[in-house]
């Protein structure tokens, strides 16, 4: 859902409790971090979560970051184990992402991990961020609050420019932002640094005592053998279908006659929510899948790339 009128709610106590109130009801709030604004909305809900690809016009599904008050939030998400304990001792609240295994029965929207069996998860140091985490009390998705492609806010004036009328609230804390991000580690494997940022290699390393694997891309997610391995079915995938061909299970959207459908009413925002559950619940039947046609306007561009993907042809 995109609200009409955007809200300017100030750090206090009653803007923040309202500003958690509009994450309930599954609303964008654009918040303050160390690092810059964030365009927040509730992790577990597939609609806020659609709804930030849409306020920011992002035309692919990257996996987002989920804030969270406290290491025993993070914990009831993601899989702890004594390397992430040490870290997050050392460095929470502060600019360190830890990408760890999700939890069995984790409840997080598969359109804020893209579809992986990981968590990327931070307990931010900002303290209105932190009173708004923990007032809300769950996973806030948040990547950065601007339109795609522009550059990321530091003052609530930013955010207004870029999403006003876009988003149901600002909450406004004044200029933030040391405009270094948080630095990502994956723990889920071997340790390894997926980005760097705000808190340095080094520190990581003698905290831990081991180096860390160092990825050159610096985006691991968008290396191709990467995207086919997590994001592919096992099955082909033909797009643009207007109905089955001889095995093929339909993933449909709008209303035809298929096996699972990403939206009835060829809603893109319900489409996009769906969209990452549907694919492994028709890779369950080991069929090849076909989808429909999805127009490409607004949502439609991401959730095409993500098919396209699926549909590439596989390294061997
Ligand atoms: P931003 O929202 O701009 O701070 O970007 C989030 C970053 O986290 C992106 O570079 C993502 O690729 C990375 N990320 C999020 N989730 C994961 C994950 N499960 N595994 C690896 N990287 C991740
Ligand atoms: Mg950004």
Known sequence: MISSGTQELTANPDGIERAADLLRQGLLVALPTETVYGLGGDARNGQAVASIYEAKGRPSFNPLI?????????????????QAEQLAQAF?????TLVLPLREGHGISALVTAGLDTLAVRVPAHPTARALLAAFDGPVAAPSANPSGLISPTTADHVWAGLGGKIAAVLDAGPCGV??????VGLAGE?????????ALEQIEQELGVHLHVHQSGDLLTAPGQLQSHY???APVRLNAASRHGEEVLLGFGPVDCDLNL??????????ANLFASLHELNKSGRPIAVSPIPDAGLGAAINDRLRRAAAPRDS
């Open 66 to 82: 989920a804030h969270v008050a406290s290491v025993s939030a993070a914990q009831r998400f993601a899989q702890w184990s004594d």
């Open 92 to 96: 929470w609240p502060g600019p360190l």
């Open 179 to 184: 405009g270094l991000e948080s630095t990502i």
């Open 191 to 199: 340790p390894t640094l997926l980005r760097p940022g705000g808190v």
């Open 232 to 234: 592919a079915p096992d």
């Open 263 to 272: 939206s009835v009413n060829a809603n893109l925002t319900e489409a996009a």
